[in-house]
């Protein structure tokens, strides 16, 4: 082997490690660290809303948005696709469907707000939430991204006449449909917070 024979092995093996920690390590890290962040801006929102008067602090639908929020916020590193698969199986084996509890005592105090407007800026607050919980969901998981590709070409055969966006998004409720629930996304970011 020569000199540069050697050096050609040293450095491909050196980039090598350099992008196995970027993608292995570091990207993995600014994606929870991403999520947690835009996650925070939401819960902030939220508080300000509270402060200006809109809700009681106390009031239970306020306590259990916020309840969610900061369980995303502290649970954020654990929201993988394997851990919404194993809570789906848990629900399964154990004959508690897909109801849980917070989805529950979410909408029943979102019920008793008799404001519309609250109860529609609080229901925002709630979907921009769970969107970035999706979102973190997707964008982390080369199974969902197989398995999203497979409904979009599924679509497409079928003869679905949409634009990507909306082949996507329709190809994601597909997948949400299935073993994954945003429920148990929610249940798996409040089983240890509670």
């Known amino acids: 082997m020569t000199e540069t024979e050697l050096a050609n092995i040293l450095q491909i093996s050196v980039v090598g490690i350099l992008w196995s920690v970027l993608i292995f390590k570091i990207l993995p890290m600014y994606r929870v660290d991403s999520f947690r962040q835009k996650m925070f801006c939401v819960r902030d929102e939220l508080f300000d809303y509270a402060a200006d008067g809109n809700i009681a602090f106390d009031n239970p639908a306020y306590i259990s948005l916020r309840r969610q929020m900061n369980g995303f916020i502290l649970h954020g590193h654990q929201l993988t696709v394997f851990r919404c698969l194993v809570t789906a199986a848990i629900h399964k ?3 508690s469907g ?3 509890s917070w989805h529950s005592e979410w909408q029943k105090s979102l019920d008793n707000i008799e404001s519309d407007a609250v109860r529609d800026r609080l229901n925002s607050f709630y979907q921009r939430g769970m969107m970035l919980a999706v979102k973190r969901l997707l964008s982390g998981s080369p199974l969902l991204w197989i398995m999203l590709f497979i409904f979009m070409m599924e679509l497409i055969f079928q003869g679905a006449a949409m634009g990507l966006r909306q082949l996507a998004k329709a190809a994601s409720k597909k997948v949400f449909a299935g073993p994954i629930n945003d429920r148990l996304i929610e249940e ?6 509670a």
């Open 98 to 100: 897909q109801d849980v």
């Open 93 to 95: 084996i154990s004959g």
């Open 188 to 193: 798996a970011a409040l089983v240890e917070f």
